[in-house]
């Protein structure tokens, strides 16, 4: 059988295929996503959940002109592919190759740069309202998921989209899903519905048989009116929905293409005076039976293999455990240890790894959904009771509950553990998921203990230490294997506001903070051959700093601060703010991440490309002693431009 996929170089090329073609189609868009991200790694169970649909949105759309917005990007595979991009698509997420989002300077497909849920109908409501001020026409689509629903931003949205009565229209697509299972009313709301009459046949059935009624005066149209509303407010699927002022489809099987496009078209026919929500059923990781029966496992997945009919690991056996898995048995230990520990997540019990904590601790763990400022608010409510929450979250996730870090946190005075995984650079998913920027607007609350282990050992001593604090405190951790000891000997306890010294040095000192201390240590080494002593120090704090140890150091010659994080306003700032407070001058050369967003790829090649390797810190200590340098100048790290 011909491919039909290798045919197929715009969305205009799905016009002539018959909807068996279409079929066929998708079964070869899902075994192509499925092959490359088995290389490379990716987002795998929720774009073979959208293939159907997302092939009927550009049959029925020309969004080279009309606009989609994805919620999240991680479900665009098929869009790229289908948007002039499927001969690049095995270089999805690698070094040099495509985004594993959308990204608007690789396509005018693409809208925005789409990594965080819950932005689409915002985004959405702003391009329909945009339009008018800029006299525009084209049509406006957004995908939501039903786990993006739950997020306030989304609910937000709904309540404003509905109050302007313009028309455009919302996927929910909805696979009871967002990275694990969806949880919350919503949801529950949403199962009804799955699990209920299908309304818009109802309405056409009940339609069909007032049509054969004989002419009725004006008082019993009326009366049938009122019961047609009673009715409706009874057993219609999308009632919330209609009554925040959508008109509501639905639901319907996400995987049947033609049933998809004759509904846009319905749609499109209509001139609705507000808002069209389609709802639509589908399956994630559907056509790869693993991805099926283990949707969370494969969201995002590790490179993999299928041999003999069996899906492995790329990993190999015995590889290094992650500091996500650390932290999730260290986080365990300590919930045995004290039953006033309760752990709180938004949507991500597998990926924080408090998904252990919840197998056995049920009663003390809350997944809140996509809904980072209200699990936060949930932890005051908690430390206000007596109880220890400890609030696991990604980095750049937690940016969200900016405010209610200030103002239930911080401003309260009340105990908390911030867990943020995924802090620095995460490598193949690029800018929207690069914790970057944490330290900066953790450090700056009053009274937060801002802190990151340099390896496994400390991690878990850091946990035991915030738990027991009476204050608020932070603990940030990578997306990487974990280093299990750069201690020489046994680890030292950790104290508040001590530093370690790892290695003595009278030339220069690079002040490390978290696991840059490993690369320092090595840029130690290769500069010592040279005769250059480095001294190494590992921070542990960025708030409060070790006052002695870097006034110390300074003294004695020029500081090198490693940090995998943005330069402004991280922890060389911090540094730079207490040697300015103390009239200390010091030559200090700060080594993290540019004042640019910083692009995809391998881990380790990014951090080469911000100097926050071994070669790169040791040239740092080379040029804050005037020494040349030992190779040519780096290459600008990628960014978004």
Same mark, same amino acid.
């Given at each position: 059988?011909?491919?039909?996929?290798?045919?197929?170089?715009?969305?205009?090329?799905?016009?002539?295929?018959?909807?068996?073609?279409?079929?066929?189609?998708?079964?070869?868009?899902?075994?192509?996503?499925?092959?490359?991200?088995?290389?490379?790694?990716?987002?795998?169970?929720?774009?073979?959940?959208?293939?159907?649909?997302?092939?009927?949105?550009?049959?029925?759309?020309?969004?080279?002109?009309?606009?989609? =917005?994805?919620?999240?990007?991680?479900?665009?595979?098929?869009?790229?592919?289908?948007?002039?991009?499927?001969?690049?698509?095995?270089?999805?997420?690698?070094?040099?190759?495509?985004?594993?989002?959308?990204?608007?300077?690789?396509?005018?497909?693409?809208?925005?740069?789409?990594?965080?849920?819950?932005?689409?109908?915002?985004?959405?409501?702003?391009?329909?309202?945009?339009?008018?001020?800029?006299?525009?026409?084209?049509?406006?689509?957004?995908?939501?998921?039903?786990?993006?629903?739950?997020?306030?931003?989304?609910?937000?949205?709904?309540?404003?989209?509905?109050? #302007?009565?313009?028309?455009?229209?919302?996927?929910?697509?909805?696979?009871?899903?967002?990275?694990?299972?969806?949880?919350?009313?919503?949801?529950?709301?949403?199962?009804?519905?799955?699990?209920?009459?299908?309304?818009?046949?109802?309405?056409?059935?009940?339609?069909?048989?007032?049509?054969?009624?004989?002419?009725?005066?004006?008082? *019993?149209?009326?009366?049938?009116?009122?019961?047609?509303?009673?009715?409706?407010?009874? =057993?219609?699927?999308?009632?919330?929905?209609?009554?925040?002022?959508?008109?509501?489809?639905?639901?319907?099987?996400? +995987?049947?293409?033609?049933?998809?496009?004759?509904?846009?078209?319905?749609?499109?026919?209509?001139?609705?005076?507000?808002?069209?929500?389609?709802?639509?059923? #589908?399956?994630?990781?559907?056509?790869?039976?693993?991805?099926?029966?283990?949707?969370?496992?494969? +969201?995002?997945?590790?490179?993999?293999?299928?041999?003999?009919?069996?899906?492995?690991?790329?990993?190999?056996?015995?590889?290094?455990?992650? %500091?996500?898995?650390?932290?999730?048995?260290?986080?365990?230990?300590?919930?045995?240890?004290?039953? $006033?520990?309760? &752990?709180? #997540?938004?949507?991500?019990?597998?990926?924080?790894?408090?998904?252990?904590?919840?197998?056995?601790?049920?009663?003390?763990?809350?997944?809140?959904?996509?809904?980072?400022?209200?699990?936060?608010?949930?932890?005051?409510?908690?430390?206000? *009771?007596?109880? $220890?929450?400890?609030?696991?979250?990604?980095?750049?996730?937690?940016?969200? !509950?900016?405010?209610?870090?200030?103002?239930?946190?911080?401003?309260?005075?009340?105990?908390?553990?911030?867990?943020?995984?995924?802090?620095?650079?995460?490598?193949?998913?690029?800018? /929207?998921?690069?914790?970057? %920027?944490?330290?900066?607007?953790?450090?700056?609350?009053?009274?937060?203990?801002?802190?990151?282990?340099?390896?496994?050992?400390?991690?878990?001593?850091?946990?035991?230490?915030?738990?027991?604090?009476? +204050?608020?405190?932070?603990?940030?951790?990578?997306?990487? &294997?974990?280093?299990?000891?750069?201690? !020489?000997?046994?680890?030292?306890?950790?104290?508040?506001?001590?530093?370690?010294?790892?290695?003595?040095?009278?030339?220069?000192?690079?002040?490390?903070?978290?696991?840059?201390?490993?690369?320092?240590?090595?840029?130690?080494?290769?500069?010592?051959?040279?005769?250059?002593?480095?001294?190494?120090?590992?921070?542990?704090?960025?708030?409060?700093?070790?006052?002695?140890?870097?006034?110390?150091?300074?003294?004695?010659?020029?500081?090198? /601060?490693?940090?995998?994080?943005?330069?402004?306003?991280?922890?060389?700032?911090?540094?730079?703010?207490?040697?300015?407070?103390?009239?200390?001058?010091?030559?200090?050369?700060?080594?993290?991440?540019?004042?640019?967003?910083?692009?995809?790829?391998?881990?380790?090649?990014?951090?080469?490309?911000?100097?926050?390797?071994? #070669?790169?810190?040791?040239?740092?200590?080379?040029?804050?002693?005037?020494?040349?340098?030992?190779?040519? &100048?780096?290459?600008?790290?990628?960014? =978004?431009?």
């Amino acid at each position: 059988m011909a491919s039909i996929l290798e045919t197929i170089n715009s969305p205009a090329d799905l016009a002539g295929l018959t909807w068996e073609e279409l079929a066929q189609l998708a079964g070869e868009l899902r075994s192509e996503i499925t092959a490359v991200v088995g290389r490379n790694g990716g987002h795998l169970s929720s774009n073979l959940g959208v293939v159907e649909l997302t092939i009927a949105l550009h049959r029925s759309y020309d969004f080279s002109k009309d606009r989609l =917005v994805l919620d999240v990007g991680h479900q665009g595979y098929t869009h790229k592919i289908l948007t002039g991009r499927r001969e690049a698509f095995g270089s999805i997420r690698t070094d040099g190759g495509i985004s594993g989002f959308p990204h608007p300077a690789e396509s005018p497909y693409d809208t925005f740069v789409e990594g965080h849920a819950g932005a689409a109908l915002s985004q959405a409501l702003g391009l329909v309202l945009g339009r008018e001020i800029a006299g525009t026409d084209e049509k406006v689509v957004a995908i939501v998921g039903d786990g993006s629903l739950t997020a306030g931003m989304a609910l937000e949205a709904i309540n404003n989209a509905g109050h #302007t009565g313009r028309q455009f229209l919302v996927i929910l697509n909805d696979n009871s899903m967002s990275i694990s299972r969806s949880v919350g009313s919503i949801s529950r709301y949403l199962n009804r519905i799955r699990v209920g009459p299908t309304y818009n046949e109802l309405k056409s059935e009940v339609r069909s048989i007032l049509h054969r009624i004989p002419k009725l005066g004006p008082t *019993m149209e009326a009366a049938l009116a009122e019961i047609r509303d009673g009715i409706r407010r009874a =057993v219609m699927p999308g009632q919330m929905f209609e009554e925040m002022g959508f008109a509501y489809f639905g639901p319907l099987d996400g +995987h049947d293409t033609r049933l998809l496009c004759e509904t846009f078209a319905e749609v499109e026919q209509l001139h609705f005076d507000k808002p069209v929500m389609v709802h639509v059923l #589908t399956e994630k990781g559907r056509g790869f039976k693993p991805a099926e029966e283990d949707p969370t496992s494969y +969201h995002s997945a590790a490179p993999f293999r299928c041999h003999n009919g069996k899906v492995e690991a790329a990993r190999e056996s015995g590889a290094a455990a992650s %500091y996500t898995e650390i932290f999730a048995r260290a986080l365990v230990e300590a919930g045995r240890a004290d039953r $006033r520990l309760a &752990a709180i #997540t938004a949507a991500m019990p597998d990926g924080t790894g408090t998904a252990c904590f919840a197998e056995e601790f049920p009663e003390r763990f809350f997944d809140v959904g996509i809904c980072e400022q209200h699990a936060v608010g949930l932890a005051a409510g908690f430390a206000k *009771m007596g109880l $220890r929450p400890v609030v696991a979250i990604y980095s750049t996730f937690l940016q969200r !509950a900016y405010d209610q870090v200030f103002h239930e946190i911080a401003l309260q005075e009340l105990p908390c553990v911030f867990c943020l995984d995924r802090a620095g650079l995460v490598g193949a998913d690029g800018p /929207t998921h690069h914790g970057a %920027y944490d330290i900066s607007y953790m450090r700056q609350f009053p009274g937060i203990i801002v802190m990151a282990p340099a390896d496994a050992q400390e991690l878990k001593m850091m946990l035991s230490f915030a738990i027991r604090a009476p +204050h608020a405190t932070s603990i940030r951790y990578p997306r990487t &294997a974990i280093v299990e000891s750069v201690s !020489a000997g046994k680890p030292e306890p950790v104290r508040l506001g001590r530093s370690v010294t790892l290695r003595d040095g009278s030339d220069a000192t690079i002040i490390s903070f978290g696991v840059t201390a490993s690369a320092a240590l090595e840029a130690a080494g290769q500069l010592a051959g040279e005769g250059i002593e480095a001294a190494v120090i590992n921070a542990r704090f960025a708030k409060p700093l070790d006052r002695d140890a870097i006034l110390t150091a300074a003294r004695r010659g020029p500081i090198v /601060t490693a940090e995998e994080h943005s330069l402004v306003g991280g922890f060389g700032s911090a540094v730079l703010e207490l040697l300015a407070d103390s009239g200390v001058d010091a030559r200090v050369v700060r080594v993290g991440l540019p004042d640019s967003f910083v692009g995809h790829g391998s881990r380790a090649r990014l951090l080469a490309s911000v100097s926050l390797d071994a #070669t790169g810190l040791a040239n740092a200590v080379r040029r804050a002693l005037g020494a040349p340098e030992r190779e040519a &100048a780096r290459e600008a790290p990628e960014a =978004v431009k």
